[in-house]
C-alpha cells in the first residue's frame, strides 16, 4: 500500500477547500440536515460535530445547513450587511438544496450559488448563503435565487427569522433585513476568503519584510 495520504483527517473549517470554481460553486461542509431536531454544530477546536442545542421551536431546517472551509464573517461581510457593525466571527453558513433526501451530516458536497438571505443577529452580521447541488439534475437550469419557487425562499426566510425565537417571551435576536441574489452572494464570498485570509494568515505565509 502507498503512502500517499493523509494520515489525519483535515479539520472541516480550516483544512477542507473552499474550491477551484469560487464564487461560482463552493465546496460545503454539513452540520444539519432537514431531518435534525437537534441543531449540530461544528466544534472550532477539534473539527467534530457538537451537539449545540435541541431546535428552539417545532420548525426543522427545510435545507442542508453547513458552511464554506476557509472563510470568516469579520469587517468585510459587516461592510455588505445594512445595519451590522461587526461579523459574527464564524465561518459563512450556507445553505443547500436538493432533490433528493439527504439524512447525514458530516458530509462535504459542491454547491452552485443562487443567492443569499441576509440577517443580522445582536448587531453582527450572519449571512446565509443559497445554492442548490451542484450535480441535482432537476437544479441544473437553476443561477439566480429567482429561480427557485418563492414558497421555497419564503419557507427558508421564516425559518430563520424564528429559529432563535424564544417561544415563552417571544424574544428574538434576528432580523431579516432581505433576501439577494447571485452577484451580491459572490461578493459575500469573497469577502469572507478574504476576512478568513487576514484573520487565520500566519507569520509563516507573510511576505518576509524588505
Same mark, same amino acid.
Given at each position: 500500500?502507498?503512502?500517499?495520504?493523509?494520515? /489525519?483527517?483535515?479539520? @472541516?473549517?480550516?483544512?477542507?477547500?473552499?474550491?477551484?470554481?469560487?464564487?461560482?460553486?463552493?465546496?460545503?461542509?454539513?452540520?444539519?440536515?432537514?431531518?435534525?431536531?437537534?441543531?449540530?454544530?461544528?466544534?472550532?477546536?477539534?473539527?467534530?460535530?457538537?451537539?449545540?442545542? @435541541?431546535?428552539?421551536?417545532?420548525?426543522?431546517? @427545510? /435545507?442542508?445547513?453547513? /458552511?464554506?472551509? &476557509? *472563510?470568516?464573517?469579520?469587517?468585510?461581510?459587516?461592510?455588505? *450587511?445594512?445595519?451590522?457593525?461587526?461579523?459574527?466571527?464564524?465561518?459563512?453558513?450556507?445553505?443547500?438544496?436538493? &432533490?433528493?433526501?439527504?439524512?447525514?451530516?458530516?458530509?462535504?458536497? +459542491?454547491?452552485?450559488?443562487?443567492?443569499?438571505?441576509?440577517?443580522?443577529?445582536?448587531?453582527?452580521?450572519?449571512?446565509?448563503?443559497?445554492?442548490?447541488?451542484?450535480?441535482? &439534475?432537476?437544479?441544473?437550469?437553476?443561477?439566480?435565487?429567482?429561480?427557485?419557487?418563492?414558497?421555497?425562499?419564503?419557507?427558508?426566510?421564516?425559518?430563520?427569522?424564528?429559529?432563535?425565537?424564544?417561544?415563552?417571551?417571544?424574544?428574538?435576536?434576528?432580523?431579516?433585513?432581505?433576501?439577494?441574489?447571485?452577484?451580491?452572494?459572490?461578493?459575500?464570498?469573497?469577502?469572507?476568503?478574504?476576512?478568513? &485570509?487576514?484573520?487565520?494568515? +500566519?507569520?509563516?505565509?507573510?511576505?518576509?519584510?524588505?
Amino acid at each position: 500500500m502507498g503512502k500517499d495520504f493523509n494520515r /489525519f483527517r483535515a479539520h @472541516p473549517w480550516h483544512g477542507l477547500p473552499t474550491g477551484d470554481r469560487v464564487p461560482d460553486v463552493v465546496e460545503s461542509y454539513i452540520e444539519i440536515t432537514p431531518f435534525d431536531v437537534v441543531k449540530y454544530e461544528i466544534d472550532k477546536r477539534t473539527g467534530y460535530l457538537r451537539v449545540d442545542r @435541541p431546535q428552539g421551536s417545532s420548525a426543522l431546517p @427545510p /435545507f442542508l445547513y453547513g /458552511f464554506i472551509p &476557509q *472563510t470568516y464573517c469579520g469587517d468585510r461581510v459587516a461592510a455588505l *450587511t445594512v445595519s451590522a457593525t461587526i461579523g459574527d466571527q464564524d465561518p459563512l453558513d450556507i445553505c443547500v438544496l436538493s &432533490q433528493q433526501r439527504i439524512d447525514r451530516s458530516d458530509i462535504v458536497l +459542491s454547491a452552485r450559488v443562487l443567492g443569499g438571505i441576509q440577517l443580522v443577529d445582536g448587531g453582527e452580521a450572519d449571512d446565509k448563503i443559497i445554492a442548490v447541488l451542484d450535480n441535482d &439534475q432537476v437544479f441544473k437550469s437553476a443561477k439566480e435565487l429567482s429561480h427557485v419557487p418563492d414558497t421555497v425562499i419564503n419557507r427558508m426566510v421564516h425559518y430563520f427569522a424564528t429559529y432563535k425565537m424564544d417561544i415563552n417571551t417571544g424574544e428574538n435576536t434576528i432580523k431579516v433585513m432581505g433576501t439577494y441574489g447571485a452577484d451580491h452572494a459572490r461578493k459575500v464570498i469573497r469577502a469572507s476568503i478574504e476576512d478568513y &485570509q487576514d484573520e487565520f494568515r +500566519s507569520e509563516d505565509r507573510r511576505s518576509p519584510s524588505a
